[in-house]
């Protein structure tokens, strides 16, 4: 059961009540999202280039994906986002979180009336973008596909161990292009030590209100921007 609760910057998250957690910061939703996956994630990813494709596990409301999209079409950059969800939750409760405000119309319309068809299938939300959810677990994902950027906001350490064990953080950065982006919440030294086995370099940024830190990682190229060490 999940209960769409108040967080501190005022936009709203679901409490799961199985799990015993939120969806999101309780410092607040919004400024999470922006500032972990927006600012540190796509942005950097995309500073020069007009098109990304995106990984992300945990797709739960879609406040990354929905920041995601207004975020692309405004720049013009084309987006093939791509999550992975073992629970997906109903449009009703989508609609219920009330982050249609922090995006477009067009943008919110184009999702909402997308999101249960992209649960079976990739679909077009725009002429810029591709959505596609995987509905299952990540150790059960596979493809040949590779992305550009992996949004990696999965249920904490504490709550869902599994998901931070190094063979599910190996799992999922192989699906990672080279000069590629992790971007995560989290910073714990065993989820360094598991991101850099996979040959990332990693980088400590400041992290959202109510963390101190968070990680950015990468498999560096030649003609990369370089990261920083943590
Ligand atoms: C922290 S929430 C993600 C929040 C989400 N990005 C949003 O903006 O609402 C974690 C999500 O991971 C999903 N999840 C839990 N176990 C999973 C698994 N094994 N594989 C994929 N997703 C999982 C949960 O159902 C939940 O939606």
Request: proline share 3%; hydrophobic share 35%; net charge negative.
């Amino acid at each position: 059961m999940n209960i769409i609760t108040a967080t501190a910057d005022g936009s709203n998250t679901l409490y799961n009540e199985t799990i015993g957690e939120h969806y999101h910061s309780k410092h607040g939703a919004l400024q999470e999202s922006k500032h972990v996956f927006i600012e540190a994630g796509l942005k950097f990813a995309t500073q020069h280039k007009n098109e990304v494709s995106i990984l992300e596990v945990g797709f739960g409301t879609g406040l990354n994906f929905v920041l995601s999209l207004d975020y692309c079409t405004n720049r013009q950059i084309k987006l093939d986002y791509t999550s992975i969800e073992a629970f997906p939750l109903t449009t009703d409760v989508i609609n219920q979180t009330g982050y249609a405000e922090y995006v477009s119309p067009e943008t919110w319309t184009s999702f909402i009336t997308n999101y249960e068809s992209s649960l079976r299938s990739a679909q077009a939300l725009t002429s810029l973008c591709h959505l596609e959810i995987a509905a299952k677990p990540l150790a059960e994902f596979a493809t040949d596909k590779k992305f550009d950027l992996i949004y990696y906001d999965a249920f904490s350490v504490q709550h869902q161990p599994e998901m931070w064990s190094d063979e599910i953080i190996a799992h999922v950065c192989s699906f990672l292009n080279p000069g590629g982006i992790f971007v995560t919440y989290a910073i714990t030294g065993k989820l360094k030590r598991a991101v850099k086995a996979c040959g990332f370099t990693i980088e400590k940024l400041p992290g959202a209100p109510g963390k101190r830190e968070m990680l950015r990682a990468g498999r560096s190229c030649a003609k990369d921007i370089p990261l920083g060490k943590a």
